[in-house]
T-cell receptor, first 113, second 109 residues
C-alpha cells in the first residue's frame, strides 16, 4: 500500500499567476483535505472533498479551488497568486468524510515572488 | 471565532515525562486529535479522543475533558527522536479540521 504523494515538491511562481498542485491519496481513501501551512504555524484547513464533491471549506477565498478524481487523485488550484500564498501545501487523505485519522503527504513548497 | 491554544515550546530531558496542553473554542466539536511533525516532514497521526477520558497508545497518551474544552498529550520515556512539533486539532461541524499553532518539543540529553 503506497502512502500519500504530492507533486511537485517545490514550485516558484510570480504574483498574479495560477498554479495547480497535485495529490495522490492512499488507495481506498474517499476523502481528501488540503491545508496551507506557513512557516512555524499549524496547518490551515482549505477544503475537503468526499467522493469528488467539496463538503467542507475553511476561510479561504474562491480563488482557491479543487478537484477530486475517481482514481484517488486530486488537485488544488490557486488563481491570481499573492505573495502571502507562499507556504507549504499539504494534502491529507482519509477513509470516510468524518474520519479523524488523516494521512498527510510530504507537501508542496510554493514560493510566490 | 474558532481557536486552539497550546504552548509554543516545551523542553524536557531524555527519559522524562512531558505534557502538552490544548484548550479549544470551536463551533461544533466531534473530537480532538494529535499530530507529530518533524522538521521538513509531514504531520503524522498520534491519537484521537471523541469522549472524555484517557487514551493510551504505547508511550503516548491523550486526555480529553469536553466540559472544560481541554485536552493534553502525554509523552513518557522521552527519546531524542521525540523532538518535533506537536499539533492538536479539532474536528468541527461542516467536516472542517482546525489545527493549533503547534508546540515545539525539545528533548535534551
Amino acid at each position: 500500500e503506497t502512502g500519500v504523494t504530492q507533486s511537485p515538491t517545490h514550485l516558484i511562481k510570480t504574483r498574479g499567476q495560477q498554479v495547480t498542485l497535485r495529490c495522490s491519496s492512499q488507495s481506498g481513501h474517499n476523502t481528501v483535505s488540503w491545508y496551507q501551512q506557513a512557516l512555524g504555524q499549524g496547518p490551515q484547513f482549505i477544503f475537503q472533498y468526499y467522493r469528488e464533491e467539496e463538503n467542507g471549506r475553511g476561510n479561504f477565498p474562491p480563488r482557491f479551488s479543487g478537484l477530486q478524481f475517481p482514481n484517488y487523485s486530486s488537485e488544488l488550484n490557486v488563481n491570481a497568486l499573492e505573495l502571502d500564498d507562499s507556504a507549504l501545501y499539504l494534502c491529507a487523505s482519509s477513509l470516510g468524510e468524518g474520519d479523524y485519522e488523516q494521512y498527510f503527504g510530504p507537501g508542496t513548497r510554493l514560493t510566490v515572488t | 471565532g474558532q481557536s486552539l491554544e497550546q504552548p509554543s515550546e516545551v523542553t524536557a530531558v531524555e527519559g522524562a515525562i512531558v505534557q502538552i496542553n490544548c484548550t479549544y473554542q470551536t463551533s461544533g466539536f466531534y473530537g480532538l486529535s494529535w499530530y507529530q511533525q518533524h522538521d521538513g516532514g509531514a504531520p503524522t497521526f498520534l491519537s484521537y479522543n471523541a469522549l472524555d477520558g484517557l487514551e493510551e497508545t504505547g508511550r503516548f497518551s491523550s486526555f480529553l475533558s469536553r466540559s472544560d474544552s481541554y485536552g493534553y498529550l502525554l509523552l513518557q520515556e522521552l527519546q531524542m527522536k521525540d523532538s518535533a512539533s506537536y499539533f492538536c486539532a479539532v474536528k468541527t461541524g461542516g467536516f472542517k479540521t482546525i489545527f493549533g499553532a503547534g508546540t515545539r518539543l525539545f528533548v535534551k540529553a
